[in-house]
């Protein structure tokens, strides 16, 4: 997706916020274009519910300013909870209530009239799929149901930016798959997505740009392929041949200087691919070796989040 | 193994608070407080006294001689007053009885003719005003009936035997009015009048109204403190912070609650007097309105106190426990347990400071004591302002608890 064009739907500057001595966010700055989804990725404890509290106008920030949608956090608190919808990390539902009842109480607090809330809940009922069971108590529904209606709690009143603070939590992955539909169908339609995970493959999935966060710092920011190409982490590629003899392998080995592998007819490179992919291609040509099958592994961002703090992203 | 496990449980229990709280301290703060209600412990002879209001209307030397007499009981403080002021204060509950020494004491015990003594007393309060009449008898009986005896033989002697010698007679008085077992048992009786409105003498059923009234405030208190628990149970399970990320305020979310607990507090009234009248023929319909003022009032105080207990509750587990010490704590000061007439004096005063008290209080001015709406409006007021002082200092630290329940 591209967002050179679009306006900034979302800039922080400076935020800072601890609790006691701990520092929960350091100076963050962060901004995000409109339509864009935007991912937050961290560990637990790195300070990314925090950041949405304080989006959310939850919780007061020590310094720092939240402009969205060019409208001042702090200043326009109320204007700010109209142009926001948030979805807790926790299912935040009334058990004993049905789906359709939890709307309509939800979609009442922010003054919509019963007649347009009505329709706002039957077409996102039909977004998440769930418009065959919206009278039945949301007791009686599975993990990955309650997450969705979670979701659509914060939609009834069309807001502009979406927080979704880890909203796949605990939720099996065909139900994932779902709750990634529905981020998509909403980020079509032009709505901007601010997403909080430690989960990488979904943060590499949805979000166009990503914020690296670790005990209250933004470590690393941009999309991935910039993450990868800014990262000194190199590519693993696998060449398998039909042949090839331990003399062929040491002489290849010999041409290039970084590491190479040989397992049976497969060499395993740890390489910049782009800067090295025509010189491994014109020796392999060259050599007359012939290849039976290519796999290149990019690094991930398991691997930048590895190199970039010491630790792994679910320490 | 059951060595262990046992060890183990008992390291759970004592590292539990709560448990330990509920286990050791609840028990020996009731206990305490019990002790207190029935007189037990720690009770000076001031304390113990009970309060009489006195009238002198004869104003006469026998008269003033029956006061000082009156003032020397251990277990009177005798308080002289007017006649008005003291049926009124009597009718409103403020004290148990009135001694009316009406016009004519002097003359009467002088002839030998009926003492006209007069106890107006609170019926609703009459193990108290059991106990005054006793002592009371006994000391008047002391200071009157002999010499009343006395007038009243001397009197048949003369008309009688006119030609008895004054020797002969001091000797058959001295005779019949030393005998202990003798004629002057009883000879001087006082007027027993309960203070009422005139056009409602029917005699109120106080058990009933006690039991109605002390138990229905009891129990609202805990279903209201279970209700405003609902508040907590949104903040553990997170449909709080949802109410806070809409453009709701947080006044608006207490008061909200507050709402669904006076309503939930006003049925539950209308239900228990419903059924006092249905079950055991409670008069609610002799002065509805002042009834449904007063429910009124004591459901919005009710309301507002478990909205505070909410409010300085961190958790459920915190709030069930602190509820149960302070709703039984005010329960046991304020009436409902025990009738407050058969607490100790300064156990009395000390029932003010209980919502309890001024709603069990409340109920009998309408069922017992038949006051006006009028004379019922203090106790009116004070239950409204129990319940603006709770509110507002239940949103407060509410709104101080915020930052703390999203940390």
Redesign the interface.
Known sequence: MHHQNKIKMIKVSNLSKT?GDFKALNNINLEVKEGEIFGLLGPNGAGKSTFI?CM?T??KADSGTIFLNGIDLNKHP?KI??LIG?V?Q??????NFSAFDNLLF?GK???IDKKTLIKSIEEILLLIGLENRKNDLIKTYSGGMKRRINIA??LLHKPKILLMDEPTVGVDPQSRNQIFSVIENLNKKGMTIIYTTHYMEEVERLCDTIAIMDAGNIIAKGSLTALQKNSNIKELLKIKFETITNQQFHDFKNQFDFNILQKDCEISMQCTIEKELNNILSYIINNHLKIVDIDRKKANLETIFLQLTGKKLRD | MIKIIAIKDLKLFFSDRKSVIITFILPILLITLFAFAFGGIGQSDENKKIDLLICDLDKSSASKDLNKALDSIKGIHLISTTLEKASNAVRKGKYVAVLVLHKGYEKAINTGNEIPLELKYDQSRAIEVGMLQAVLMEKIMQKVSKKVVQKNIEGFLDKEFAGMTPNMKKRILDKTTSNENGASKNVVAIKMTAVLKEDKEAAPNYGLIQAVAGTSIMMLLFSIAEIGGGLLDEKEGGTLKRLLYSPLKSREILFGKMSAALIIALLQLIVMFGFAWLAFGLPIFNDLFSLIILIISVAFAVASFGIFLVSIAKTRKQLSGLSSMIILTMSAIGGSMIPLFAMPSIMQKIAVISVNYWGIQGFYDIFARHLSFTELLPRIFVLLCIGIVMSIISLRLFKRNLLKMMN
């Open positions: 609790f509290n959310s939850l919780l109320n909870k109209k948030i807790p926790e299912i935040s539902l009334y058990e939800f607090l922010y003054g709690a914060a």
